[in-house]
């Protein structure tokens, strides 16, 4: 169990059967009585912000959360299948519960799934991954509008801007995090 004086952005607690990730955290000390502690509470299926004030002798369970490694196989309709690389079972996560990462995810990708009481409920990918570029328009020289940038396409369809040197079917990195170029793939 945690007590109040245990939250710090970041931590992972229990409410109502949730799991809530603590995003803001402020601890005051009144003159007379106990501290108190305000916080902003994320709920990490649904998304929903809470902003509850709690007192030092409150105490939280910890959220029942476990990552495992696996693979990316394929997506059909709405949802992405992942295989577990220990113990081969297939995982499904809905298309909200991707997000972004969608624009990331190639055959055979490793991943980190998150899932609460295991139900999955998150995805974490590596930092940077390489994607080829399948359509690229040629850059123009003289065209300083853009900033020496131009846009292309990648393999999953996710668009971004890059340096004019990248052609068509070359491999590029790219960072997760931003969504932004890296570097070029020597092959």
Sequence with gaps: MYSASDLRKGLK???????????????????KGQSLYRCKLKNMITGVILDPTYRSGDTFEPADLAERRMQYLYNQENEFC???????????????????????????????????????????????????VTRADPWVKG????????????????????????EEGGKITIDTRTGEYVTRVKE
Aim: charge should be negative; glycine fraction near 6%.
């Design 13 to 31: 607690i229990q409410i109502d059967n949730e799991p809530y990730v603590v995003t803001e955290f402020q601890f005051s000390k009144p003159g």
């Design 82 to 132: 992942f295989m577990d690389v220990e113990n081969y079972e297939q995982t499904f996560l809905s298309n909200e519960q991707v997000g972004d990462a969608k624009n990331y995810l190639t055959d055979n990708l490793e991943a980190d799934i998150l899932f609460f009481k295991d139900r999955p409920i998150g995805i974490t990918l590596p930092n940077f991954v390489d994607l080829t």
């Design 143 to 166: 065209d300083s509008v853009t900033g020496d940038t131009k846009p292309v396409t990648t393999e999953t369809g996710y668009i971004l801007r890059v340096p004019p040197f990248v």
